[in-house]
């Protein structure tokens, strides 16, 4: 029997790649979030979490300082800034490439670069912080939190967007109680806090905040959609040797693939997912929002 050794090394070569990016930290410079800006048209992924955190700031007054925490290139906190135009918007990121991104923009948001364990920003010195898919990220989340309740001023307005992928009601901890999908999250989003609803709000009583409100979002149809798209990712990364694939560019290629009717396709299948957030935003979900307030 005839033995390639040519093909087989190769074969080895790519096995090889596949399994190092598996066990390798997640790129946040290669990987850039936020490059687009929050809307909040029915049709636009990001409506509901905009809308939820607009809520959160409704009561501030004017020149209030507002930091989004975790901004990417700053595509909600830009958006922020449009709606409330007189107060102070501040981003911070880890990621250098986003930060720079974010600041040729000129969008009137003042963006820094963060360490992970110290926010750059004074004691008692921010209105309202807000936060959006960041704590799933985070190395040291007691530490996050803590530095979040320093920066803020008694009373300050903490909103944070949570998916709590450990939750009873989530998909991944039904799919990963039989082993399929398990590092999913980590390999193409960065994930590598799988909370509870509960062990969430635990963390934030613990660090010095007072739950004010809760809110629920992408149930089924939201949770089905974001489920089957880390599948398809992972099914792209595989086709291309295990690389990191950013989900934000994975998707705007595809749409761009099938032209006006993956357009078409996309605003239909977010606005479905818009109501039934919207609707059932009071039903028990993994996917929460929390206003809470600084004690």
Known sequence: MYFDFEIYLEFEILKLKFWKHCFMPFNYEQSIWGRGEA?????????????????????????????????GAGQFVRAIKKTLPD????????????????????????????????????????????VFDVLEHAQDVDGL????NRVLKKDGIFYCFVPCENDLLSFWKIL??????????????????????????????????????LRYSDHILGQLVGVISFFLMDRASKKQGGTQINNEQ????????????????????????FIESTIMSIRLSPNIHIISKKI
């Open 39 to 71: 809307d909040l048209a029915w049709s636009s992924p990001t409506s509901f979490r905009l809308r939820q955190a607009l809520f959160a700031l409704k009561n501030l007054p004017e020149n209030s300082k507002i930091l989004e925490v975790g901004c």
């Open 250 to 273: 994975y998707f705007e290629e595809r749409k761009n693939y099938l032209g006006q009717f993956g357009i078409y396709i996309k605003k239909i299948v977010n606005s479905l997912i």
């Open 87 to 130: 107060a102070q918007c501040l981003g911070c990121d880890v990621s250098r490439r986003a930060v720079e991104e974010a600041n040729k923009l000129n969008d009137g948001v003042e963006y820094t670069v963060s360490e992970s364990a110290r926010l750059p920003f004074a004691d008692s010195s921010l209105d309202a912080v807000l």
């Open 145 to 148: 939190l803590a530095e979040i």
């Open 176 to 213: 990963r109680s039989v082993n399929i999908g398990k590092d999913l999250t980590k390999k193409y989003a960065g994930h590598i806090n799988y909370f509870s609803r509960e062990s969430i709000i635990v963390a934030l009583k613990g660090n010095g905040f007072q739950i004010v409100k």
